[in-house]
């Protein structure tokens, strides 16, 4: 059954006929067009479909479109300002923190709502919260190095 769902997307409103119970990331892809959020494992374990709601990390696979009404909601191409690429993306780039892209956009997000929980993770929190994000290339080492050096940036910075 559809109904009216309203929430805010990348800072701008959205009202969207819908099955509430449809996974938003098939709601963004395909209703929306906004691809950057990916589908890895269909079950919240690969962290590729990651969005941020209300700032936090979530998995958009897992989550219905209806839970997210009057919320907002922010997926990979939100996340700059204009041509203002967010410090997480710069710092991504500048570490060559990707190789096939794929995670990219989830691991970003997630790092997003790290740094915005905590300023100044250490080497281990950035780990730990970085290891349900999952990357077949093994960039790891690079995306920790890029998650420091956005941290620094943003004016947090290593303890």
């Known amino acids: 059954m559809r109904e009216n769902v309203q929430l805010k997307l990348n800072g701008k409103p959205v009202s969207l006929e819908v099955d509430p119970g449809r996974p938003l990331l098939w709601v963004l892809r395909y209703d929306l067009g906004l691809t950057g959020t990916k589908y890895g494992c269909g079950e919240g374990h690969c962290g590729a479909c990651t969005v941020l709601v209300e700032g ?14 009057g919320k907002e909601v922010t997926t990979i ?6 041509s203002e690429l967010h410090p997480v993306q710069k710092a991504f780039a ?4 990707l190789q ?60």
């Open 56 to 69: 936090s990390a979530v998995r958009s696979c897992l989550l219905r479109v209806g839970a997210v009404a």
């Open 77 to 82: 191409e939100g996340l700059a300002r204009g």
């Open 94 to 97: 500048e570490h060559d923190a």
């Open 100 to 159: 096939c892209g794929y995670c990219t956009p989830g691991m970003i997000l997630n790092a997003v709502s790290l740094l915005r929980n905590i300023p100044r993770p250490t080497r281990s929190q950035i780990i730990e919260t970085m290891e349900g994000n999952l990357c077949r290339c093994g960039a790891h080492k690079r995306i920790i190095e890029a998650i420091e050096s956005a941290a620094q940036a943003m004016g947090g910075g290593q303890r």
